[in-house]
């Protein structure tokens, strides 16, 4: 049995992977971590998990013979205690930002934090199984995406080499359910009366998540934004508990004949255990991928063929987060890559 | 007083209609009628319009004296009353979709229904106050706008000359509440099970709307669809029951500067009873214009000055449907434009 | 005109005060303070109440000249601006808990807090219409009721003697949304991914406002609590933003002949502007009472008649907290009662 | 393998019973029906199963070997396929309301039906394990219980003897989500512009499963409706998509000491793998116990210890409907009972 920690286990993400490591056959869950809690048995201060057996800790438990750590910690705390972890010989999957973007530069400016752990940056895998399957596998550090950029990659990268006939920048007009709208951290946001009943847009043009869609983008593709410029990309906030929903905008300097398009995202979605491609003429909804781990794509093209409408649907919490965390256990530690997941 | 009449008053459009007008002091609403409620007071059928006094009658019910009809009927409905009570000499505010568009091979492919009444359209006049003020005034028939529409203009219309310097065609990402996402004539597409915690796009690249937004933009600006591409517009399904937020995408030729574009729309607001600009650094919601007639807006430039996003959020059942059929009706008959709107 | 000031004016009470008296006939609404706004516009801090010229004030600001202040500010607050502003010859609406309670040992243990403005407590009478008209009238210091009470008291007041012929006590199993239920004072309790898509009980056989019904409904019928029982009362939390909906059992010993009920309340109800009873066969619904100042009202026997479910819908910001103030006040300087209202 | 077949697959409840069979480590699932789906793959229809490799058939499809056949059809159904089934040697799990009542007349009275399956009904064992595990065990009928009785039985069978000492009838407020309130049944009641933002009471002492709460307390405990009173019942629709709460209200003849109730109830439910009672001071809410199989029970007592609170939480698809069937089919086949549930 894999031995497993979440330091962090309290928090929505940390719930979810509670839940999920609860129930996956190869892994033991042997630690459990959260601030608040500590000393209460999880059963007790969430009676929906009255089967785990086991209590909180605090965040500074050790993880005597834990085989990986999940990090679902606020970033600066993913700075800290990441390179700490691989340092005793533990494998570590982070929830948090702060091991995605290459840049540092970039970084401090999105996020507003100094970089302390290059070291451990320079070692991270990005965790986008659709991406880095064969490097995730032999990961010491990975890089849990965040779940606009896996919403948006997934839409964007089946794209290929197209991606470099874009006559603008893609336009990625994102709507997250509260629990992806990092609610809990910008005060009174996610207060009922100001979400409920209410829509709104945040962050716009200055969302630490665009950076990290335009890196992966132009790494796995031909997409250039320096020439074809930067990608746009607006977070929503959805009066809603989970889920994501991207409409994402294409627009080719050519025609792309409806086969073609198609026939990429299909051959990309059948190799992916976690994508699924929608029919023509049907269109992703959040309710299709709700409570799973999969990222539901569908395609839509004007009548002339150079403009696209790719949509996809996600649930932010697990192929957003823990969903896709346990997706990276599962491919770090040699498991079948759907594990617990199905 | 001014009489009026609602045809069509039992559906949302119509109840509106009806709270609006009861209380607005210079008209007197003698006739209200509906297919269902034929013969029940509008108290006993709807207690929370208890104080009126009215009973509903059916929809071929006379409308003796009756100053202006207001249509809040099915399109096909329409296409038929509206010659009818226009030869009555009654003047008519059409809530429908069918006097909007001037090209009748349009309607018919977006519609799927022949245009019966070519003389009506004529004589329509498009009920955007902000764009056609003084004809509206002098008409006999107002075609109010659609509800998408008068966001989407209200975002755009204050470009002026600058909208023909768009380097790619606008991309309109709207999500509207049920009520105005004409969610109960597709079947099943309303019921609550389908919309709750869900979201999803519907009608991608074949909306009714689309044309009718291209039109008046091409009509009121330099755009030009045919050498600049079609208006790319997107609709969505919020679960919520009203207003209707409009994410709008420029990307411009050349950078704008945003002292610039901000004065554009700030002259354009500043002449508008029911628009507000937003300062700087806040960005538009629903709660600020549901339960109001007004459209706020709200601008946000990318660091480069070439992208810009517009957000406006209206309540689709007032500044979307029936307060700006008021509206109209104030400007037709001579009253004050934000009499019983404020 | 008279004057008004509204103290603690951006809560969500004071939003609806100033909302409904700023298109109040016979009012001007000179001074709106808060704590968190001072020195910002109205407007430019809710831009949905863009069209109010006025500034937000600390709330030691002077009220010269006002001659009524309404206060919508914590119960500490209350307790000690009341007394000053009443020296100060204004005369007071006051809507939080502090002046309905007749016990103070009671008040000190339902909230927590020693009541040091007896004198003012002497004085005050409690701003339900329907029980105590003529007294408001002539108060100077008015205790806005509680929104639980309000609803549960208008459906039990009209039981008038048959009170005493109860074989238990009333049960009320009442459900508000989150702007009645406090939620702003607990701690996380109204953050949304606590309430939506759950619901609870709270404070089950401890809320503040049992003592509140169970005074009146003794002082206004012949209910005795020592000798018939202590009202049963449980509030919930509804994950909607207003409405608060009473199902209220009633249990005879001896059967109620269904017309002698309906006669008793269908005579209060047609005394009452804002009392709306529904014919049989038809529930109250919240989406009846809701923005508006009624409560709307149901009658439901069961075969035997020993047993009645009554159910009382009304809006917690209207009719529970800002309209019924605003209809107080109507009372108090001489208005129409309705004025302001409908 | 237990072969197992769903008739009505495509249902609510159906759906679930598809999630929860298909991860099932001894249930094989050969056949689901639906009428409006025959002929499409199960992930087509709904793309959130894309991975159940099934077709829907028609509702008259042969169950060549099925061990169980799972009924999740309309009542009028169930009476015509249940007797057809079980000739045909198949045990059957009925989810519809047609098996419950012992009592024919009482049946047609609520259903509006004529019962024509007697011999049926009289081998028919109610699915509820907490009060009638061991005849499931053997029954060749189940009928599985309604969502409501579920919640209200487990908060009250636990009262044992206690239950002949109430000194009224015990009142039970229920709350629930739109799929358990039969929402698709009735004309537009489930129609999100009706519900959203809305909360009413509805069928007040004529709903159906009224006599079923009754008929099994009285079997289960002393409760004699002849002399204490008929079970008061009360259902309301929740603006949600799932989960029940039940408030229910007892009021006993003497004083019950706190320690002595809650002996009773924490020994039921420790006995119970699917029932959590909780500690004192907390109470039972939804999200507790949605997303599973549990009912949650908390326990409230008012000063006097005459009157109390028991509060029951419940997702109404699962435990109160799909969830139950799949543990009645555990004790059925012998597997363990919480198999496939957890």
């Known amino acids: 049995m894999t ?22 056959g190869g892994v033991e869950l042997s630690v459990v971590t959260s601030g608040k809690h500590e000393g209460r048995a999880v059963g007790e201060a969430f ?22 750590a999940f990090l679902a910690v606020p970033n ?10 691989l340092d005793q010989g533990v494998r570590v999957i982070d929830l948090s930002g702060v091991f995605r973007l290459a840049d540092v530069a970039v970084f401090q400016r999105f996020y507003g934090l100094t970089h302390t752990a290059p070291e451990a940056l320079r070692q991270a895998v990005f965790g986008l199984p659709e991406a880095f ?41 994102a709507k997250s359910g509260v629990s992806g709208a990092g609610g809990r951290v910008e005060d009174d ?49 959805l009066p809603i508990s989970r889920g994501i929903l991207s409409t994402i905008y294409l627009r080719f300097q050519q025609p792309i004949p409806p086969r073609e398009l198609r ?27 709700n409570y799973t781990n999969d990222c539901v794509v569908s395609l839509h093209p004007d009548d002339s063929g150079r403009n696209w409408v790719v949509l996809t649907a996600m649930d932010n919490l697990l ?24």
């Open 133 to 173: 399957r064969e490097r995730i596998a032999g990961a010491r550090l990975v890089a849990n995406p965040g779940c606009y950029p896996t919403g948006a990659l997934i839409g964007l990268l089946p794209l290929g080499e197209l991606a470099g006939t874009l006559a603008a920048p893609p336009v990625i007009d």
């Open 189 to 237: 946001s996610s207060n009922f009366m100001e979400v409920n009943e209410n829509f709104r847009a945040y962050k716009v043009f200055s969302h630490q998540h665009t950076p990290e869609i335009e890196q992966y983008l132009a790494q796995c593709t031909p997409y250039d934004p320096a020439t074809q410029g930067a990608v746009v990309f607006t977070p929503h906030l």
């Open 263 to 289: 026939r990429r995202y299909a051959r990309f979605a059948e190799a992916e255990p976690f994508v699924t491609l929608l029919p023509e003429g049907r269109g992703a909804e959040l309710k299709m991928a």
């Open 76 to 85: 600066q705390a993913s700075l800290e205690q990441a390179p700490r972890l």
């Open 47 to 68: 009676p929906e998990l009255s089967r785990v057996g086991l209590t909180f800790r605090g965040h500074d438990a050790t993880l005597d013979g834990c085989d990986v």
């Open 3 to 24: 031995k497993a920690a979440i330091i962090g286990a309290a928090g929505l993400s940390g719930l979810e992977l509670i839940r999920l490591l609860a129930r996956h």
């Open 319 to 342: 192929k957003g987060a823990a969903g896709q965390a346990v997706q990276n256990m599962n491919l770090m530690f040699g498991f079948g890559e759907t594990e617990g997941l199905v």
